[in-house]
């Protein structure tokens, strides 16, 4: 499925911001696409980067790859509960809680791409199997609509948007 065949429920949420990082791509292009090229980006990051944060209060670098990682897993499960047709409303997910139970010192910078990269892998196996009605199935999670098909896409620009942020913030 490509980035312009997504009907996004009404109103579209602040996700919206993720999505307008991508283009007109084809999502499994896309995941894979970005299972080669992010381990790359992340390598390339100098060492004595990998614990500096931009300003207080900031996450560090190891910590904004390591939310990547725990939001791609959360909108993995949603991906999974909703596509195989279950309407449950799932709750959010706060973010800030989720790294207040992190340490991210004990991560290396080997180990977050091998983690990135069974969780990316991941991903891909469960949407590479999906056809386009369960991609379309919709499903609710933070009180908002989503179409599976979506949160692949979210995934994906999720995970631009914070490289970008990387790139001109902690670069």
Same mark, same amino acid.
């Given at each position: 499925?490509? !980035?312009?065949?997504?009907?996004?429920?009404?109103?579209?949420?602040?996700?919206?911001?993720?999505?307008?990082?991508?283009? $007109? +791509?084809?999502?499994?292009?896309? =995941?894979?696409?970005?299972? &080669?090229?992010?381990?790359?980006?992340?390598?390339?990051?100098?060492?004595? *980067? @990998? %614990?500096?944060?931009?300003? @207080?209060? *900031?996450?560090?670098?190891?910590?904004? =790859? +390591?939310? =990547?990682? $725990?939001?791609?897993?959360?909108?993995?499960?949603?991906?999974?509960?909703?596509?195989?047709? %279950?309407?449950?409303?799932?709750?959010?997910? $706060?973010?800030?809680?989720? @790294?207040? #139970?992190?340490?991210?010192? !004990?991560?290396? *910078?080997?180990?977050?791409?091998?983690?990135?990269? /069974? &969780?990316?892998?991941?991903?891909?196996?469960?949407?590479?199997?999906?056809?386009?009605?369960?991609?379309? !199935?919709?499903?609710?999670? /933070?009180?908002?609509?989503?179409?599976?098909?979506?949160? #692949?896409?979210?995934?994906?620009?999720?995970?631009?948007?914070?490289?970008?942020?990387?790139?001109?913030?902690?670069?």
């Amino acid at each position: 499925m490509r !980035r312009s065949e997504l009907k996004l429920p009404e109103p579209v949420p602040f996700y919206k911001t993720y999505l307008d990082t991508l283009g $007109d +791509i084809e999502l499994m292009d896309m =995941l894979r696409r970005q299972l &080669v090229n992010f381990p790359e980006f992340i390598n390339s990051l100098p060492d004595g *980067k @990998m %614990d500096f944060a931009y300003a @207080m209060g *900031k996450w560090t670098t190891k910590e904004v =790859l +390591i939310h =990547l990682i $725990d939001t791609e897993r959360v909108f993995q499960y949603r991906a999974l509960r909703f596509c195989r047709g %279950d309407q449950t409303p799932l709750p959010g997910f $706060d973010q800030d809680f989720y @790294m207040a #139970g992190l340490n991210a010192k !004990r991560y290396s *910078k080997e180990s977050i791409v091998e983690e990135y990269k /069974s &969780v990316r892998k991941s991903s891909i196996a469960l949407f590479a199997h999906l056809d386009r009605k369960s991609l379309e !199935r919709i499903g609710t999670a /933070s009180n908002i609509e989503w179409s599976v098909a979506t949160l #692949g896409f979210v995934i994906c620009g999720h995970q631009k948007y914070h490289r970008n942020i990387l790139r001109e913030r902690y670069l």
